[in-house]
């Protein structure tokens, strides 16, 4: 999935994701469940922590 693609189904995401993580308690364990589902769906040949980070830009956090 293209950066493009993604956004435009961000919204869509956003809310699989926070019915997905509604067991979390803390924001940010639901901010960082929701930029890890990103992260996977962009296109790329890594799919683990840094590769991802970048991927996701300012969303991902090295």
Known sequence: MT???LAGVR???EAF???LFDGFFRADQLRWGQAYV???LLD???KW???MAARL???GNR
Do not use: K, N
Request: hydrophobic share 20%.
């Open 3 to 5: 950066p493009e693609e």
């Open 11 to 13: 919204e869509d995401l």
């Open 17 to 19: 994701a926070a019915e």
């Open 38 to 40: 990103r992260g996977v």
């Open 44 to 46: 790329g040949r890594r």
């Open 49 to 51: 922590g840094e590769p």
């Open 57 to 59: 830009g300012g969303d």
